[in-house]
């Protein structure tokens, strides 16, 4: 699983197997204050995304890919925010 936002500033970062991937230091330490310290949710059949969605509901920005489980409705880009 994976999920890359781009985020209001135009700072690009993915959430891989819960953990944030960004070539902005600074960025990558903000996102990583997101993050539950008892990771994600088991109820959770998507937790990349689920990082992705709070991270541009915190910080602004869109998703610009996530990888899909077999629960995630597929929706065309442009609808998933």
């Not at 690009?12 to 310290?37: F, G, H, I, R």
């Not at 990888?67 to 065309?76: N, V, W």
Request: include cysteine.
């Amino acid at each position: 699983m994976g999920a890359t936002v781009q985020l209001s500033d135009g700072t690009v970062a993915m959430a891989e197997d819960y953990t944030w991937q960004c070539d902005n230091p600074a960025v990558k330490v903000l996102l990583s204050t997101l993050l539950d310290p008892w990771g994600p949710l088991g109820s959770d059949p998507n937790p990349d995304l689920t990082l992705a969605q709070r991270a541009i509901d915190w910080l602004g920005g869109k998703i610009l890919h996530f990888d899909p489980t077999e629960t995630d409705e597929i929706l065309p880009p442009g609808e998933w925010n």
